[in-house]
């Protein structure tokens, strides 16, 4: 028989037309026997289905529901596992519990204790020791049914939300115990939904890792109470002096009131509001059936009282910012470093400190109600970053809110300074001209503080005088005719100073209209004064163990300088940025015998106003404004802030080693103390050791660290050295007071 594929005389490509076809049939073929297949079977399925088929009634009280029930709780199963995925993440480190257990002793740049943030742990009061009253009113006020729920309270919630609206406000949270705790380990303070989100799902999982004791026992630890105390014990020790173990009940009933509002319930702050929560919280005791009338009877008529703590004057906004500094830092440590106890001696002078608060606080008593401006902030930072002194308002037990770094305002002309440095770096001169004349963005057209034009400028006029078009006409310059590549360019420049803030790109950027932080913005201006090397403002100088060992010292593990401009460049910056001071708008910052460069900012509507300059010694940023971003009477940078700047510089540069500003005359001089001086501050400020004899303090502090790691290596008993020992010098020795690096201010 002839194969089908191999017919005599029949060319090749007869052949393959065949093996095609022959392919082709067979795929259809085999295509008609699937689709009959399933045909087949989609009736057999079909046939079998049928025998469960509900009609009528049944159907639309029991299978339909029950359907679509089971689709919506698979899809909702799949969306709870996804908004999960998040707060999971935080639960990630198997160490979750001792992170949060960090505990800090903070010292001064003198090695002086300034205070305590954080709490240990292994070091609080037990459950059981706590006075039955003060859990009993804790739970009453914040969660009565704590014992009951999972976590999440959907009755109470419930319950909130009823009293909250038949009241038209918020007067009863529906967050529980473990969800507060949950934030509190986890979470921050920010209002958002994913925060509450993450918080509910946290508190599930707290509630399955920990026993109902456990979780309360954290609460009492971990609550902030107003104070800078974190925990009923150190709350109890702030306010009343004693032991948590040792409070009455009406203490307990004051103590207890403050979770909910430690700033505004604070007996510091506002006694009689204090007193009046904690009535509340003995009738919550009573409702709740934790107490009868009788009971709380006594703690009615016999109020707590507090201990008036008003003249010690501990820098909180300042032990705030290092304690977030240091939660950030600890992650940074080897896995070897095991310590949640760590002492850190900052870059702060407590009396410069000191006599900033009370020269703001002088300053707004005086004219705040003049100018219509109620808070202030202030940063004052050596020329490495090491932030000396910082005010973030007026009253820390009034408001715990940090103007110096957490609130984002306008400055206003004191940006201009970023402006001018990108035109510099560019090309540009001190001397090259440009034309103040009308000038718009699209429909934007910015105009000069003077209402009027002045023509040709050179950029030295245009800065000293403030004037708002030369900076618009030069971020169109540096993009070639576009602004949007012009301001990218001055952005960067921001940036590379080190300000971090969002810095929206708007056609008004280059006079100031985005919005920074204080103390970025203090210490971006450092930049000038180190001829062009950023440094990144810090509080810790150094960090050590509870047994005194060295761990992390910001000259040797810290962030090292940037250069981001030229030499040439921040020298011309700072001549200009004098000839604001003696010849411009910051006129009134000037400093008897020590030069001074720096930029008035005033923003739009009056709301803002600052002075933000710097010496050879120090770099500074003052901002006076309203909270509630209401407008000032007309108050510019060059007046109250410009004043309170002269201040307190003219007080931090008393007793140092003076030193010049680069490309000007070297100080002749301190300058005197203002006539204005409040009392307890007439004296002036301390002498300090020169640079030299710093830096040979340094150095053998440096010789006994390596003797001591060295002799540790070899297995020899610490504390060999004796009492040549630096490291363990007890705060406030020479040895302890002078242990400064390369960080130690330039002069001083």
């Not at 529901?65 to 698979?74: K, N, V």
């Not at 107490?291 to 006594?298: K, L």
């Not at 301390?686 to 710093?694: E, N």
Request: hydrophobic residues 40%.
């Amino acid at each position: 028989m002839t194969d089908m594929y191999h017919r005599p005389g029949e060319s090749w490509l007869a052949k393959l037309k065949r093996i095609l076809l022959d392919i082709d049939a067979r795929i259809d073929f085999a295509v008609f026997l699937l689709g009959k297949w399933a045909r087949d079977l989609y009736e057999r399925f079909t046939a079998a289905m049928d025998r469960f088929h509900v009609a009528g009634w049944r159907r639309w009280t029991l299978v339909e529901p029950l359907s679509e029930m089971a689709s919506l709780g698979t899809g909702g199963l799949i969306l709870m596992m996804t908004l999960a995925i998040p707060a999971m993440r935080q639960t990630s480190d198997d160490d979750w519990l001792k992170k949060s257990e960090l505990a800090v002793t903070f010292l001064d740049r003198y090695g002086n204790e300034i205070g305590v943030r954080g709490i240990k742990h292994n070091d609080s009061v037990p459950l059981d020791e706590i006075p039955d009253d003060l859990v009993k009113a804790t739970l009453a006020t914040e969660d009565r049914r704590f014992y009951q729920h999972f976590g999440i309270d959907f009755t109470g919630t419930f319950r909130a939300l009823v009293t909250n609206a038949q009241a038209g406000g918020v007067v009863q949270g529906g967050s529980t115990i473990t969800q507060q705790l949950a934030k509190n380990l986890f979470l921050s303070n920010e209002r958002t939904i994913e925060r509450k989100i993450n918080e509910a799902f946290l508190a599930l999982w707290l509630e399955a890792h920990l026993s109902k004791n456990e979780i309360l026992k954290l609460y009492l630890d971990r609550a902030y109470l107003g104070g800078g105390a974190f925990g009923v014990n150190a709350a109890a020790e702030y306010y009343f002096g004693k032991s948590v173990r040792d409070v009455t009940l009406s203490e307990s009933a004051m103590l207890a009131g403050m979770f909910k509002a430690p700033t505004k319930f604070s007996p510091l702050v506002n006694l009689p509001a204090a007193r009046a929560r904690a009535n509340v919280v003995l009738d919550n005791l009573v409702d709740n059936g934790f107490m009868t009338e009788g009971q709380v009877y006594g703690a009615r008529r016999n109020p707590a009282t507090p201990i008036d703590r008003r003249e010690e004057g501990a820098p909180n906004y300042y032990l705030d910012y290092a304690f977030d500094e240091m939660r950030k830092l600890v992650d940074t440590f080897p896995k070897s470093v095991t310590d949640r106890f760590f002492v850190v001696r900052t870059a702060l002078d407590s009396n410069l400190q000191h006599y900033a608060d009370h020269e703001v606080e002088t300053e707004l008593r005086q004219y705040g109600h003049d100018y219509g401006a109620s808070q202030a902030a202030v940063v004052i930072s050596d020329l490495d970053g090491g932030v000396r002194t910082m005010v973030g308002g007026r009253d820390y037990g009034a408001s715990q809110f940090n103007r110096a770094t957490d609130a984002l305002r306008q400055p206003g002309s004191s940006f201009k300074p970023y402006v001018y440095a990108t035109a510099l770096a560019n090309g540009f001169k001190p001397t090259s001209v440009l034309v103040d004349s009308p000038v718009c963005i699209g429909n934007w057209c910015p105009h000069n503080y003077s209402g009027g034009y002045s023509g040709a400028v050179t950029l030295l006029e245009a800065i000293t005088h403030s004037i708002n078009v030369i900076p618009v006409k030069l971020s169109i310059e540096l993009g070639h005719g576009n602004p949007k590549l012009g301001r990218a360019m001055i952005v960067q420049t921001a940036r590379n100073f080190g300000i971090q803030s969002p810095l929206p790109d708007t056609p008004s950027l280059p006079i100031g209209a985005d919005e920074v932080y204080v103390y970025q913005h203090a210490v971006a201006y450092a930049t000038f004064p180190n001829l062009g090397k950023a440094v990144v403002p810090h509080a810790a100088l150094e960090v050590r163990n509870g047994i005194g060992q060295l761990i992390w010292r910001f000259d040797r593990d810290g962030q090292k300088p940037q250069q981001v401009i030229a030499p040439s460049v921040a020298l011309d910056m700072i001549k200009m940025m004098n000839s604001v001071v003696e010849n411009g708008t910051g006129q009134r910052a000037k400093l008897d015998g020590v030069a001074v460069a720096g930029k008035t900012g005033t923003t739009n509507s009056w709301r803002d106003a600052w002075f933000v300059g710097y010496t050879g010694n120090f770099t500074g940023a003052v901002w006076m404004g309203n909270d509630d971003y209401t407008s000032t009477k007309r108050m510019t940078g060059g007046t109250l802030p410009a004043m309170t700047w002269h201040n307190i510089m003219t007080y931090a540069h008393q007793g140092i080693e003076l030193r010049p500003l680069p490309g000007l005359p070297p100080p002749t001089h301190a300058p005197p103390m203002p006539d204005a001086v409040f009392k307890g501050i007439e004296e002036p400020h301390p002498a300090l050791l020169t640079r030299k004899g710093t830096d040979v303090l340094v150095r053998i502090e440096r010789l006994l660290d390596d003797a001591n790691h060295a002799l540790a290596a070899q297995s020899v008993p610490s504390g060999t050295l004796g009492a040549l020992d630096v490291n363990k010098a007890a705060p406030g020795t020479v040895a302890a007071a002078d242990r400064d690096s390369a960080s130690m201010p330039r002069g001083d």
